[in-house]
């Protein structure tokens, strides 16, 4: 439930009614806004009756909110939120950004040249994988903690902040102390003990949507991060399962707009995931900053041919570069410039 106070309500009345939340064993959480605060209850099983609360003053009206989510919804927090990654802007009101590196951290020369390549087009973060979940268990699983100096290495020298996926609980610390962005991946996107953890490590999260989840199912899994303090948490949308096989994945971009409209959290897409074919993830990167995304993320490679891990969506340096300059004249269009 969200309780709205009236305008004029008065710290007292305020904190009156977050003194009648706890003594019903709830959780209040204020939540200041530009002509008023609300207060959201959390830890309810159920229903949450208005009763206990219409002898206090200074209320306005009660909203019961029925999603499994609240404050990833803007209900409970209707004004945008701005993710920090290093000197990095990541919002819905900000620029969008583009993440880019290669799927899989293979060798020191090829992480150090994807590194300086993305940073030479504009890229504004660094992506690459040192563990990789694999369908197949005799697929390249990464160099482990290995790839992962390799990433921060590179990163370092591009001048550009690394954000890196973890796959277990175990690796988080490590990770945490690399990254400045922890990934978590379309496969663990459900996995609510790594998701606790991740919002206890004190970085930005970026949350890949699961293969077969529902919208609600993917704001639900932020909302277990965010129920531990972290509001730095980034949505990625890169397509799910469905019965078409013609492309990797479906990729429905009109969940850019949704989910602006549900929740404060940015929104990115990964077209190289969503799509599995090179040639279609530049039109369809320019296409997701038209419809309004917070960013992209791709893949990029100094040999696709050659890559050992998704070369097929990876895109060739050249290509990379020739689509930041168009997506340069589509952010311009998206701006109004």
Not at 156 to 184: H, N, S, W, Y
Not at 259 to 286: C, E, M, N, Q, Y
Request: net charge negative; hydrophobic share 45%.
């Amino acid at each position: 439930m969200l309780i709205v106070m009236d305008h004029f309500a008065s710290p007292e009345q305020v904190e009156a009614v977050c003194r009648r939340i706890r003594d019903l064993g709830l959780t209040p959480q204020p939540i200041p806004g530009g002509e008023r605060v609300a207060i959201g209850v959390l830890g309810n099983q159920g229903y949450v009756d208005e009763a206990p609360f219409r002898d206090l003053e200074g209320i306005r009206e009660f909203i019961h909110v029925t999603k499994p989510y609240k404050l990833v919804s803007r209900d409970f927090h209707p004004e945008d939120t701005v993710v920090r990654v290093g000197p990095v802007e990541i919002g819905w009101s900000r620029d969008p950004v583009v993440i880019a590196g290669p799927c899989a951290v293979e060798s020191a020369e090829q992480v150090r040249a994807a590194a300086r390549a993305v940073k030479a087009a504009g890229a504004h973060l660094m992506r690459g994988g040192a563990f990789k979940p694999r369908t197949g268990p005799h697929s390249f699983q990464g160099l482990g903690y290995e790839g992962l100096d390799l990433l921060a290495e590179a990163a370092r020298e591009a001048g550009l902040p690394v954000v890196t996926e973890v796959m277990r609980i175990d690796q988080l610390e490590k990770v945490a102390e690399v990254a400045d962005c922890v990934q978590i991946g379309a496969r663990n996107m459900q996995n609510f003990d790594l998701l606790k953890e991740a919002g206890r490590a004190g970085k930005p999260v970026l949350l890949k949507r699961g293969m077969s989840a529902t919208l609600d199912e993917f704001l639900a899994a932020a909302e277990y991060i965010l129920l531990e303090g972290n509001e730095q948490v980034i949505l990625c949308e890169r397509g799910i399962r469905t019965f078409e096989r013609a492309l990797r994945n479906t990729l429905d971009l009109a969940v850019v707009p949704y989910l602006r409209a549900a929740t404060h959290l940015p929104v990115i897409v990964d077209p190289s995931h969503a799509l599995g074919r090179r040639s279609l993830v530049p039109p369809i990167a320019k296409a997701a900053f038209l419809v309004g995304a917070a960013g992209i993320m791709v893949e990029v490679h100094p040999d696709p041919c050659r890559a050992l891990c998704d070369g097929p969506q990876s895109l060739d340096f050249p290509t990379f570069t020739r689509l930041m300059a168009e997506l340069d004249r589509v952010g311009r269009l998206r701006g109004g410039g």
